[in-house]
């Protein structure tokens, strides 16, 4: 069992930036793959990028360029850069295995673009 704790969200104006970080309970090197996830209000929550155990990343078309996804395994921690970021990036974002683990699911970090 591990537990997983989003921070880092805010209230940032269109174009703007924010790092999100994800910490583990325990060591999060056995997980192969760990990913951010986002739900936008009335939508689902949606995959946002993913990354390996070795540093390999995949990002949704729609945040291609602008948000990298990054980790460190000592510190068991995964974070997300978020650059340029535009209106349709407000949601609520969680951090989750890929797939993701139902019981890992955390209380996620809000993160809010307007002007």
């Known amino acids: 069992q591990v537990r997983l704790v989003e921070s880092g969200g805010d209230l940032v104006q269109p174009g703007g930036s924010l790092r999100l970080s994800c910490a583990a309970s325990?060591?999060?090197?056995?997980?192969?793959?760990m990913g951010w996830y986002r739900q936008a209000p009335g939508k689902q929550r949606e995959l946002v990028a993913t990354i390996t155990r070795d540093g390999n990343s995949i990002y949704v078309d729609s945040v291609k360029g602008r948000f990298t996804i990054s980790r460190d395994n000592a510190k068991n921690t995964v974070y997300l850069q978020m650059n340029s970021l535009k209106s349709e990036d407000t949601a609520l974002y969680y951090c989750?295995?890929?797939?993701?683990?139902?019981?890992?699911w955390g209380q996620g970090t809000q993160v809010r673009v307007s002007s």
């Open positions: 989750n295995t890929y797939p993701p683990t139902a019981e890992y």
């Open positions: 325990r060591s999060i090197f056995s997980f192969y793959i």
